[in-house]
């Protein structure tokens, strides 16, 4: 069986507990991030990551997050970064170089596009939005902000910040002098852009 060439740097992002690995290859299928609060989370059917569950016997993890070709992963406060580095990319490296998968084969088959058949053309344009423009952004820093639900009386949505967003200090001032100006001048019917289960 051929050896899985593994290339990991890593990346600050605004969160000081978050650091980004990035990897050479794809980890999540296009669009698609898996956000891991806990070891439990690990084995959840819609997200089962043999990784992710692995990463979490480091006793200083406290989340992981996983999207296109990188690894967010948030420490305590008590662990430096320069402690710690060095032997999160080694675990990483031979994880793959072992050709271990990443999640579960019933993740990657539970789990489909972003925009639903079924969204209000509202929705859909709120999701296109935050897919076009937020997401790039927030991926940067090594997190997320995914859309939860739009209360169309009220105006306002709900999304999950995860990753290093989850906890960030900054995570409020992005999501609403950023985000929520995005979205009520994209999508006129927005209102507001609140944070959900934070």
């Keep these: 069986m051929l050896q899985r060439q593994t290339m990991i740097y890593t990346e600050l992002s605004p969160n000081p507990n ?27 059917e819609s997200k ?16 992981i997050f996983i999207a296109s070709n ?16 060095y032997d999160i990319k080694k675990f990483i490296k031979i994880f793959f170089e072992q050709n271990n998968p990443v999640f579960a084969q019933k ?11 079924n969204d209000s053309a509202v929705i859909a344009k709120i999701k296109s939005t935050l897919d076009q423009y937020v997401r790039p952004a927030v991926e940067s820093d090594g997190g997320a902000i995914n ?42 019917e927005v209102k507001e852009v609140v944070a959900e289960g934070v």
């Design 70 to 85: 990188f690894i967010t992963i948030t420490k305590d406060d008590e662990t430096e970064w320069e402690d710690v580095v």
């Design 48 to 63: 089962a990551s043999p990784l992710a569950g692995d990463l979490f016997q480091f006793p200083f993890v406290r989340r």
């Design 147 to 188: 859309f939860a639900s739009f209360d169309e009386i009220s105006g306002q949505v709900k999304v999950y910040l995860q990753g290093s967003c989850s906890g960030c200090p900054s995570s409020t001032v992005t999501l609403k002098d950023g985000i929520e100006r995005l979205l009520k001048t994209m999508v006129p």
């Design 18 to 44: 978050s650091m980004k690995f990035v990897l050479n290859f794809e980890l999540a299928p296009e669009g698609l991030t898996f956000d891991y609060p806990t070891l439990a989370s690990t084995i959840d």
């Design 107 to 117: 993740t990657i088959d539970k789990n489909t596009l972003i925009i639903d058949a």
